[in-house]
């Protein structure tokens, strides 16, 4: 049985979802206004992670991910210019250009992590119809009130607001700054849609006006749309909790008038030297940098691999070294099993498969499935030891299939073509019976410092 950790009830939970056949989960996407950086991609390999360990346990999933190209303003309220009309501003781009370019890059990003494409995909500029639907639903039902520069939702209308991190409203009054702005009834109030004006690059026609839609609204109007009232998991990151997925909440279940996300999962952050990753601090890598540095890909999602998903994982570059080395020992010794074709028996088998299964179904804890991997691989080799290791690739996602020989050294020096040349003419003179003149060519390849010898595979070449 899969148990969850839920950050709404703060306990781990036996997973049991809404439809028994189909899983319906949906996990807060990138804003695409720059490159995603390493701490971005733990999210998402954490994400993979509950997709990976779903289908393991035979679940079928109806995923979707939002790519934010709208609405996410520097700061995650209400204030500040639009991340995207911002990078445009900066970049001489029009919005659209630099969403299409960083959603490129976030997927090839992510395939060359081998994190699997969710089966819906949703732009949130493509929703925005949905989005003042929503926003007129709450309005008709009193959630929302109008103000000069946009709509705004009332949370003092939703006494249960801020159970995710359990917040109190009065410690968010508190907590709130002074230039708020003063035609909000509570300074935890948010945007549903904001009023653009003339400048704005990007708005569109709403009953209130030209606007842009709120943040938050996004993903409560594509969630509802594509898995309906209700489903099972919500994922993201750990700091979506305080400000985005409250809103969420509140959004939704004054809508719908119940509960309608059964477990809210979050993935810790990825820290750089024990500190923040931030760019002023210039230490902030892409995938891309780590590729240049010689790194693959696949090292960075190993090195993920073995951290829990709700402890805070270190980056460090001695860290990422070992991941890579001792992913590479993984790779060759998996070989080692492929090509042996002993048998391994299959109660020694089976144990390894429930021990791996425990560990993935105790919350994910993929450490401990490393650990189960390790003591397999150590086995005799066998062919039966690898063909499991596929199976635990499963939720890995380690390409362990492309499990090779070891590189062979790369010949010392590559023979010149005149020595080339010289063996194809004596192998020639061979065919025609000309001994005399094979002989003579094997001196002249002599001369130039090679030796030339005649093997069941044909003449081989090496330097004297
Ligand atoms: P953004 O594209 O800025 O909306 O962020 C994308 C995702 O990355 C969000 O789910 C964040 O929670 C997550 N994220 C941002 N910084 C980090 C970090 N240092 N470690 C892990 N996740 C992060
Ligand atoms: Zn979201």
């Given at each position: 049985m899969l148990k969850v950790y839920n950050t709404l009830t703060r306990k781990k939970e036996d997973f049991v979802p809404i439809d028994e056949k189909c899983v319906r989960m949906y996990s807060c996407g990138p804003t695409v206004y720059s490159y995603a950086h390493i701490g971005n991609l733990r999210t998402y390999v954490f994400m993979d992670l509950i997709r990976r360990v779903l289908r393991y346990d035979g679940y079928k999933i109806k995923g979707v991910m939002n790519i934010t190209?709208?609405?996410?303003?520097?700061?995650?309220?209400?204030?500040?210019?639009d991340k995207m009309a911002k990078a445009a501003r900066e970049q001489k781009k029009t919005p659209w250009e630099i969403a299409a370019y960083y959603t490129d890059v976030f997927f090839k990003d992510i395939d060359a992590l081998n994190i699997g494409r969710p089966e819906i995909i949703a732009k949130a500029t493509e929703h925005i119809p949905e989005m003042i639907e929503f926003v007129q639903a709450l309005q008709e039902k009193g959630y929302a009130y109008e103000i000069t520069d946009g709509i705004y939702y009332d949370?003092?209308?939703?006494?249960?607001?801020g159970k995710l991190s359990g917040q109190v409203l009065d410690e968010k009054e508190a907590g709130a700054?002074?230039?708020?702005?003063?035609?909000?009834?509570?300074?935890?109030?948010?945007?549903?849609w904001k009023k653009a004006d003339k400048n704005h690059i990007m708005q569109w026609p709403s009953p209130w006006g030209m606007g842009f839609p709120g943040w938050h609204i996004e993903c409560s109007a594509m969630s509802r749309k594509y898995l309906g009232e209700t489903f099972d998991i919500h994922s993201g990151g750990i700091?979506?909790?305080?400000?985005h997925h409250e809103n969420e909440i509140a959004q939704n279940e004054a809508r719908a008038?119940?509960?309608?996300?059964?477990y809210w999962m979050h993935g810790e952050f990825m820290m750089v030297d024990g500190g923040k990753m931030s760019k002023s601090l210039g230490n902030v890598y892409t995938i891309a940098q780590l590729r240049d540095m010689g790194y693959d890909p696949l090292d960075f999602r190993f090195f993920c691999l073995n951290?829990?998903?709700r402890k805070k994982l270190n980056f460090t570059f001695e860290g990422m070294t070992a991941a890579k080395t001792s992913r590479e020992r993984i790779m060759a010794t998996l070989y080692q099993h492929k090509v042996s074709p002993v048998k391994t028996d299959e109660t020694v088998l089976n144990d390894y498969k429930n021990k791996f299964s425990e560990a993935i179904n105790d919350d994910l804890n993929i450490p401990l499935a490393l650990g189960v991997l390790f003591n397999m691989l150590?086995?005799?080799?066998?062919k039966d030891v690898y063909e499991l290791a596929l199976q635990f690739d499963k939720v890995f996602?380690?390409?362990?299939?492309?499990?090779?020989a070891p590189k062979q050294d790369a010949p010392k020096d590559d023979i010149p073509q005149e020595v080339l040349d010289l063996v194809q003419k004596r192998a020639d003179a061979k065919k025609a019976k000309d001994f005399a003149l094979a002989d003579a060519i094997r001196g002249q390849i002599a001369e130039l410092g090679y030796i030339v010898k005649d093997t069941r595979e044909g003449a081989v070449v090496t330097k004297q």
């Open positions: 190209d709208v609405g996410h303003l520097l700061s995650d309220g209400d204030e500040g210019e949370i003092g209308k939703f006494p249960s607001y700054r002074v230039e708020e702005n003063s035609e909000k009834r509570h300074p935890a109030d948010f945007a549903l700091d979506a909790v305080p400000v008038g119940k509960k309608t996300v059964n951290a829990h998903y150590k086995e005799p080799k066998s996602g380690l390409s362990f299939d492309k499990a090779t």
